[in-house]
């Protein structure tokens, strides 16, 4: 049986608990409280299970910190391409939303509240293989930069139905240019 999203004793990782619950459910940060199945990618949001969120010294600047963020689902049919297997398009939206749960969660534990807000800049994706309905993806997402005013994150869906990785990717993400004054 699927843990209850609202709870988070099925987090792993050294966040403060103040952080997980404000990411459990994900779709929740994500989209609102008034969710609806209209919304892009809401019916796959909803299926997101946060499973670790840790703050870590990165292993090559140990002065450095880096954010892991870990996300779980089931290929279900909504995800799919014209062949059966996971579609591009919903990898890409995977890896947007959830290395941005990583940069958001980063900011959050590290008071770092401009983080929250950022928009994305560019996503580089490499596909590696399919996955099919009832395949279980785990999805781990890493900071690895943390600018003052660009930020970015790699994050890797792995199949462990099949022990192999589907797709990886590089997302950059920005604070927005404000608004230019309207005549």
């Not at 004793?9 to 608990?17: E, L, R, T």
């Not at 796959?44 to 299970?49: A, E, G």
């Not at 008071?111 to 928009?119: A, D, I, M, R």
């Not at 930069?145 to 589907?166: K, M, Y």
Request: glycine letters at 8%; charged letters at 20%; hydrophobic letters at 40%.
């Amino acid at each position: 049986m699927a843990p209850d999203p609202a709870d988070i004793a099925h987090i792993s990782g050294n966040v403060p608990d103040s952080v997980k619950r404000a990411l459990c459910p994900p779709s929740v940060f994500l989209l609102g409280h008034n969710l609806t199945d209209t919304q892009f990618g809401a019916s796959i949001c909803k299926r997101l299970v946060s499973k670790e969120i840790a703050i870590l010294n990165k292993a090559e600047e140990p002065l450095k910190k880096e954010c892991r963020f870990v996300c779980e689902l089931t290929t279900e049919e909504d995800m799919l391409n014209g062949g059966g297997t996971v579609h591009g398009g919903c990898s890409a939206f995977l890896i947007d939303i959830c290395s941005s749960l990583a940069i958001i969660a980063f900011g959050l534990a590290q008071n770092e509240p401009q983080l929250v807000g950022t928009v994305s800049q560019s996503l580089n994706i490499v596909y590696h293989s399919p996955a099919v309905v009832g395949d279980k993806l785990r999805i781990v997402s890493i900071t690895t930069t943390i600018g003052s005013r660009a930020v970015s994150a790699r994050t890797e869906i792995w199949n462990d139905t099949h022990h192999r990785l589907v797709a990886s990717g590089t997302h950059i993400k920005m604070q927005p240019s404000p608004p230019k004054a309207s005549l």
